[in-house]
């Protein structure tokens, strides 16, 4: 039987709590939201040491803002007015099973959003960091599958997955509805030209 640790080292800086435990939804509604599948405790660790690792390395800590979303979390998510999430696209579910014990997000891989912490080691209001900048370091230095971009101010979505698409789509924030729309979208160098001409 497949048994895990969620205090265990998933990587040099990231225990697998970090990468579970760090959503709101979960934490205010008590949720337990822990993977059942041995899969997504191994793409965890990958996410972890494959691209965490090597940012906290180049720009300091960082703070994640969204991890792993079991099935239940999803639910609760689901209920909010604008929840930002879509469970069989954006593989914060990673090999997790729906009730029909089928995939959830057929792309695999794990997925988390993440912010920089400023020199106070608080998140970001800003005003010291810029995560234009640490989208593009990403494009230009790691394998990755996708990458979500919402702003300079904004926590950033990255994922691993079996194809690594070194994909990037850039997302614009409607100030009145607060929905988020899809703007811009390129793949490997055109990846990085996207993120150096965005202007928000």
Known sequence: MFTYNINGKASRYFTYAAL???????????????????????????????ILDPIVDQFGPIALTYGFCSPELVRKIAKNRNPHIAPKLDQHCSHELNQNKKIICDRLGAACDFTLLDSH?????????????????????????????????????ISIGPKMNQFIQTMKTNADTGHRVPSKKGRGEVAIKVIQQVDY
């Open 121 to 157: 080691n608080e998140i970001n209001d800003g005003k010291e960091v810029d995560m234009q900048q640490v989208a593009l370091w990403i494009c230009e230095n790691l394998k990755f599958d996708r990458l979500y971009y919402y702003g300079k101010d904004r926590s950033l979505h």
């Open 20 to 50: 579970i435990n760090c959503g709101s939804t979960a934490i205010e509604h008590q949720i337990e939201n822990l993977p059942l599948q041995p899969d997504t405790w191994r793409a965890l660790s990958l996410l972890a040491t494959q």
